[in-house]
């Protein structure tokens, strides 16, 4: 076989790995040395091997990722989330879907400290599932509410997996960043905006609650104000140039940190639990990074990815098509995969095509607007069929309500999201302005 024919065996196989449930890390280590081995021998293979680890977790901008995690760990132990869905429901509460509109607030708010999707989806449903159950919202609203949500943390940043993505292309995190505060703005909204819509169509899904005095309403504002100057702080730090990611998340997980202890939810029994967490999910990400490198070293020799950008080129096929069907292949893999798999399988593929067609913008412009095409694809991937890992999450945590009416819950926040990929394909500066805006 030639090279080429080698790489096509193996992603197949890859794909075919975890269709069968095999851990990402060990799917892509397996196919990455076999891979290798095929096309260059053993010994080539343990000469790339003595320093490939060493110069994947030597990476500074790694750092940015535990210090994430810890933040979102200290952030849970504070109650941040609790006080968050309870100031949006003291304001949106007593409309129709207003208490499934606050959970939506919430997760934006949670999503703004923490990072991880199935994180804020999973702590955000055990705050808002109980008051929805109380309220007698239908369980595919309130469970597909809260799943779509949860994906506002992959979005919103600080992102973990923004962050792997920025790695991957080698573009500047700060800049991800900034591309990704409006779209992040507009999926909230848009998912605020599908709710009422849900609740005109089927008022009984979403009832009325009762109104909050003022003063409530202002209590309730005031509980937030940790999330609010966190926000501030570490996303403007870093935005504005104060800080390195890596020195915004430090100083964020420091402060969420000191307000769980102050709060009186962060003890040594449940700071050892913070800690044990972030580095278990440390080494999962590290472990599924270092097997991408195998995976993608492989690729390199095979040169796959270079012919396969040179065929698309010559193939007549305008840029835009070409974009269409590798948004479109994000939305069947995103029915398999999880994302962090789905960014460090695709992407050594993907990146180099799009870098070699004409989309009228610079490197670093294209960059940033198809990182956050992707990443938005990808969030979607989280609740669609047959795979969605927030629609498990959160119907585990709803014993009462059938999967199948959480995946019927979730389709209109699925169309959401399609609407606002292709305003974000035909409107690049909704991507850009902000990034260009702050150089």
Same mark, same amino acid.
């Given at each position: ?27 892509m280590i397996v196919v990455g040395i076999g891979g290798y081995v095929s096309i260059s021998g053993w010994t080539a293979l343990l000469n790339y091997s003595m320093t490939s680890a060493y110069w994947r977790f030597a990476n500074y901008d790694l750092s940015v990722v535990p210090m994430f995690l810890l933040m979102g760990q200290f952030a849970t132990k504070a109650g941040l989330s609790s006080a968050l869905f309870k100031s949006a429901n003291a304001y949106l509460g007593h409309r129709k879907g207003g208490v499934a509109m606050a959970a939506v607030g919430g997760c934006a708010g949670f999503g703004a400290i923490c990072g991880s999707s199935l994180a804020t989806a999973a702590t955000m449903a055990q705050v808002a599932l109980p008051q929805l159950k109380r309220f007698n919202y239908s369980g595919a609203l309130a469970t597909g509410a809260l799943a779509a949500g949860g994906t ?163 193939? =007549?096929?305008? @840029?835009?098509? +070409?974009?269409? !069907?590798?948004? &479109?292949?994000? $939305?069947? %893999? ?74 019927? =819950?979730?389709? @209109?926040?699925? +169309?959401?999201? !399609?609407?606002? &990929?292709?305003? $974000?394909? %035909? ?13």
């Open positions: 076989m030639t090279s080429f024919e080698i790489a096509i065996f193996g992603i197949t196989l890859l794909v075919g790995l975890l269709a069968l449930r095999i851990p990402v890390a060990v799917a506002l943390g992959i979005l919103i940043p600080p992102s973990v997996v923004l962050v792997i993505f920025s790695i991957a292309v080698e573009a500047n995190i700060v800049t991800m960043f900034q591309a990704a505060f409006i779209p992040g703005v507009m999926a909230a909204l848009g998912y605020l905006a599908t709710i009422a819509i849900y609740v005109r169509i089927k008022p009984e899904a979403g009832p009325v609650g009762p109104k909050v005095a003022k003063a409530e309403r202002r209590q309730a504002l005031f509980e937030i104000w940790p999330v609010i100057l966190i926000f501030l702080i570490v996303i403007g730090g870093i935005y504005m140039g104060v800080f390195t990611p890596t020195e915004g998340a430090a100083f964020g997980a420091m402060g969420t940190g000191i307000i769980a202890i102050w709060r009186g939810g962060l003890r040594w029994n449940g700071f050892m639990e913070c800690i044990m967490g972030t580095a278990s999910s440390t080494a999962m990400i590290f472990l599924i990074l270092l097997g991408a490198d195998f995976f993608n070293a492989f690729l390199g020799l095979s040169r796959m990815p270079m012919e396969l950008a040179g065929v698309i080129g010559s193939s =007549g096929l305008d @840029p835009m098509s +070409v974009l269409l !069907i590798m948004l &479109v292949t994000y $939305l069947l %893999l995103g029915c398999v995969m999880d994302s962090l798999a789905m960014i460090l399988l695709t992407v050594p593929i993907f990146w180099p095509i799009i870098a070699g067609l004409d989309f009228g913008m610079g490197e670093n412009d294209l960059k940033m607007w198809f990182g956050i095409l992707v990443l938005i694809v990808v969030e979607v991937g989280l609740i669609t069929p047959p795979v969605g890992l927030n629609v498990f999450v959160i119907n585990s945590m709803a014993k009462a309500v059938k999967l199948k009416e959480t995946f019927i =819950g979730v389709l @209109p926040f699925v +169309v959401s999201d !399609i609407i606002r &990929v292709a305003l $974000l394909v %035909l409107f690049p500066a909704l991507t850009l302005w902000l990034p260009n805006f702050l150089k």
